[in-house]
């Protein structure tokens, strides 16, 4: 299987920061990666696709890079609806593998 | 707009079989390039892949449950299944269904969710 780490775990930021969350895997999944926001008590939400595509309706301030085997996810002016935790998820092969998780909270 | 909704008891017995559906409106299960998935949270834990099913009927499960897990298409009621038998406590999450796409495979559509306990 290949596995996903996600750094940091948590932290804590200002409305309006700049945020970056790294994904890496155990392997070269080449562009295969996709990034969620999940809210508590709410299914996963679909924000990045293909590393770095930006799904409809997803505002963009939100942005993905990378490839191979490091990704980042770019929150480039959070807002208060932004708290949430993101995963990053590859999809180069089967089974399918999700990061831990990263929190963002409110400083 | 395709929506999904999960639906199933909420308490299955340990060593039982957990059985749940999901209910697909404003499209079809049998269209094309469409990946019907299931994934599962454990309470205050991280996403768990558990499988899929192609439109045209290949499944393809994590080992980690191959041996336990079904996913089935039902495309006169537009629906597909998930079957996952002996279950014990550590099965207890929040069920989602999903819906993945294209080459890529990303989940782009998700149920609201459904909490299943595994208790006596």
Do not use: H
Not at chain 1, 79 to 93: G, K, V
Not at chain 2, 33 to 40: A, D, G, L, T, V
Request: glycine fraction near 10%.
């Amino acid at each position: 299987d290949i596995q996903m780490t996600q750094s940091p775990s948590s932290l804590s930021a200002s409305v309006g920061d700049r945020v970056t969350i790294t994904c890496r895997a155990s392997q070269s999944i080449s562009s295969y990666l996709n990034w969620y926001q999940q809210k508590p008590g709410k299914a996963p939400k679909l924000l990045i696709y293909a590393a770095s595509t930006l799904q409809s309706g997803v505002p963009s301030r939100f942005s993905g890079s990378g490839s191979g085997t490091d990704f980042t996810l770019t929150i480039s002016s959070l807002q208060p609806e932004d708290f949430a935790t993101y995963y990053c998820q590859q999809s180069y092969s089967t089974p399918f593998t999700f990061g831990p998780g990263t929190k963002v909270d409110i400083k | 707009q395709v929506q999904l909704q999960e639906s199933g008891p909420g308490l299955v017995k340990p060593s039982e079989t957990l059985s749940l559906t999901c209910t697909v409106s404003g499209g079809s299960v049998s269209g094309g390039s469409y990946y019907w998935s299931w994934i599962r949270q454990p309470p205050g834990k991280g996403l768990e892949w558990i499988g899929y099913i192609y439109y045209s009927g290949s499944t393809n499960y994590n080992p980690s449950l191959k041996s336990r897990v079904t996913i089935s298409l039902d495309t006169s009621k537009n629906q597909f299944s998930l079957k996952l038998s002996s279950v014990t406590a550590a099965d207890t999450a929040v069920y989602y269904c999903a819906r993945g796409y294209g080459t890529s495979r990303f989940m782009d559509v998700w149920g609201r969710g459904t909490t299943v306990t595994v208790s006596s």
